[in-house]
């Protein structure tokens, strides 16, 4: 099984929707982070969290929030989706001392 | 302003060749160094790393070389294999902080 998993895989929505996307980890690792990528951008920074009662906001969090319900669990939400939302989402898990990020399969999100 | 650049959005190589990709920077707080490959529909995976007292890296078929003085770093991978067709993606981060700032990435094709 897969140690870092985000669900939906894909989602078509339309403006103005609320959203969520889930994260779920079974590495045991305290830090999780949110990144979009987009085409020529590579990945940025949306949210990120340390443990379960420390949040975030990272490079583009305007228009986004977070929620870590559990060590192993950060979802992030899109409160009013729009069209230059469109974009692959990754969750992804960091742990101890280590620098290595370990990144979940990935959301392609569509906003119409 | 970006911190770490990744020039050359795509390099083709011909199969048994050598493949150098790079990366140079502009925070000299930076002191350690990632390199991340991604498959399409997938998410990215962890590489190979260097931290900044060392100047070489090597994992196999995979070394990173690390210029200070230039802030530059290069992967070099030999001989470059179908498998390695993918992009790179080049990160970085501060002691401060287990933040990692990401290149826009290289895509790598692999030549029959």
């Known amino acids: 099984d897969a140690d870092v998993t985000q669900t939906p895989r894909n989602r078509i929505t339309k403006t103005g929707k609320r959203i969520m996307l889930e994260c779920s980890q079974t590495k045991g690792h305290d830090r999780m982070y949110w990144y979009r990528q987009d085409p020529g951008l590579g990945l940025r920074l949306i949210y990120y969290s340390f443990d379960v009662k420390d949040i975030n906001k990272g490079e583009i969090s305007d228009g986004y929030s977070v929620s870590r319900q559990a060590q192993a669990k950060f979802s992030l939400s899109l409160e009013s989706a729009i069209p230059n939302q469109t974009a692959l989402y990754f969750c992804?898990?960091?742990?101890?001392?280590?620098?290595?990020?370990?990144f979940g399969p990935g959301t392609r999100l569509t906003v119409t | 302003d970006q911190q770490v650049k990744q020039n050359s959005p795509s390099l083709s190589v011909q199969e048994g060749r050598i493949s150098i990709l790079n990366c140079d920077y502009t925070?000299?707080?930076?002191?350690?160094f990632l390199w991340y490959k991604k498959y399409p529909a997938e998410g990215p995976t962890f590489l190979i790393s260097?931290?900044?007292i060392k100047d070489k890296n090597e994992d196999g078929r995979f070394t990173v070389f690390l210029n200070k003085s230039a802030k530059h770093l290069s992967l070099h991978i030999v001989p470059s294999q179908p498998g390695d067709s993918a992009v790179y993606f080049c990160?970085?981060?501060?002691?401060?902080?287990?933040?990692?700032?990401w290149g826009a990435g290289t895509k790598l094709i692999i030549k029959p």
């Open positions: 260097i931290s900044s």
């Open positions: 990160a970085a981060s501060a002691a401060s902080n287990y933040q990692l700032i």
């Open positions: 925070n000299s707080m930076f002191d350690y």
């Open positions: 992804a898990t960091q742990g101890g001392m280590g620098y290595e990020q370990y």
